[in-house]
């Protein structure tokens, strides 16, 4: 297969849905000879910061010289972001051969009765990645949840970080914080360090320590509030802590939480703290709160939950960003009321639209809803078509802000 086949193969998996479960990954994986088993790895799980906290370890891995992996999703502009190395996308040809790989087993198993799905598929082609492209680390972000996530068919890793739990995913995950923060904490193994945030809710925190106590695993519960900022312009954090200084590229207060989760599991796998620093600084992220634009400012960021729309609304007020022209999209099975509710009201006017995705929630609907937060909020279905009327309708001192998911930023560009 080439590369647009490989792709359209693996987006073809998406018929058979979201199936829970390590059975089918692991014969897949074993077919495969267990690249996961044949490389030191890192396992991030969580509700947000998974992306960022998962980019600064790979980073600092680099930096300090282990050639290292990362696996994240979803993408943004390309498919082969969510398979990296040394901070590059794999070439398209690197997909096409470990997808044309993985096809070939697929296949035998699907003569057997077993059905693998899409991200079971992406999992076993980034493990390959790695392992043919001679990683010596791996760092893997959770798809969804942790306990029964594909990529909990990691047995031993060298450390893992328990990001930012809230409400998501609630009718796969449950809909009370503990329940959702016991099955993140499924990527726990015995013996296996643990690091995580006393930013947590106090209940997700004490799940975490119960799951590390039962497990017996060393846990680091770090402090973000321990960081000093000495300066914070937008594009650029420079912050103390533990008596070191950090400087950060990515945007929002949050950031600085996952910035000290990725420090604190470095220092667990014995980086130098030079290495530390040149890590975070190189982060950026594609998405995140990113600035596209000058005049007018342009910020797209593909959070979809309430904590994203939260860091959000901070961030906004934090910077004291006005003029704001917002186009935004969700997923239907998101909380759009919430998010609305948290972000509308800081913008000037708000246009929706509906992203190429057969989860979205229509435009129609969520200008309902809109209008009651903005009343200068209007409907254009189209992704492209309503960005070329928002940014054509902005001054240079204005600012366009693209939000709520990150299939209308691929959609956009």
């Known amino acids: 297969m080439n590369y647009k086949e490989s792709v359209d193969y693996i987006h073809s998996l998406l018929q058979f849905g979201i199936k829970p479960g390590l059975e089918r990954v692991s014969m897949l994986l074993s077919a495969l000879g267990n690249p996961q088993d044949k490389i030191k790895t890192v396992h991030i799980a969580g509700t947000n910061g998974k992306g960022s906290t998962s980019t600064h370890i790979a980073n600092i891995l680099t930096a300090a010289g282990h050639k290292t992996g990362l696996y994240t999703s979803p993408y943004v502009i390309a498919f082969c972001e969510r398979i990296q190395i040394d901070g590059q996308m794999i070439s398209e040809n690197s997909l096409a051969n470990s997808v044309t790989k993985v096809r070939t087993e697929i296949e035998r198993l699907n003569g057997k009765g077993i059905v693998i799905t899409e991200f079971e598929a992406i999992t076993a082609a980034a493990f390959l990645c790695f392992y043919e492209a001679g ?56 013996g296996v360090p643990v690091v995580t945030s006393a930013n947590q809710n106090s209940e997700v925190l004490s799940v975490i320590e119960q799951t590390a106590r039962d497990r017996n695993c060393k846990l680091t519960v770090t402090s973000p509030k321990n960081a000093e900022i000495v300066r914070d312009v937008l594009g650029e954090t420079v912050f103390e ?25 470095a220092r667990l796998l014995d980086i130098s703290e030079k290495f530390i620093k040149k890590g975070i600084a190189k982060t950026q992220m594609l998405a995140r709160m990113e600035i596209i634009g000058k005049e007018p400012l342009i910020i797209r960021d593909g959070g979809h939950n309430e904590g994203c729309a939260k860091a959000l609304r901070n961030f906004i007020l934090r910077y004291n960003i006005k003029n704001i022209k917002m186009l935004i999209g969700m997923m239907a099975d998101k909380d759009t009321e919430r998010y609305l509710q948290l972000v509308c009201p800081l913008c000037d006017s708000v246009t929706v639209c509906t992203p190429s995705n057969p989860r979205a929630e229509s435009a129609e609907n969520l200008l309902v809803s809109a209008k009651k937060y903005c009343v200068n909020s209007t409907a254009v279905s189209n992704p492209k078509q309503a960005y070329r009327q928002v940014l054509n309708s902005a001054g240079k001192d204005d600012a366009v802000l693209l939000c709520g998911s990150f299939y209308l930023m691929s959609d956009i560009f």
């Not at 306990?147 to 060298?158: Q, Y």
């Not at 400087?247 to 996952?258: D, R």
């Open 135 to 190: 990683c010596e680390f791996a760092v893997i972000e959770v798809g969804l949840g942790g306990r029964f996530d594909a990529t909990n068919v990691l047995s031993s890793p060298k450390t893992s970080v328990i990001t930012s739990i809230s409400l998501d995913h609630t009718k796969i995950l449950g809909d009370t914080l503990p329940q959702i923060a016991f099955e993140k904490c499924g990527i726990i193994k015995e």
């Open 241 to 265: 802590y533990d008596g070191e200084r950090f400087t950060l590229h990515l945007c929002g207060e949050h950031q600085i939480e996952n910035a000290v989760n990725a420090i604190e599991a």
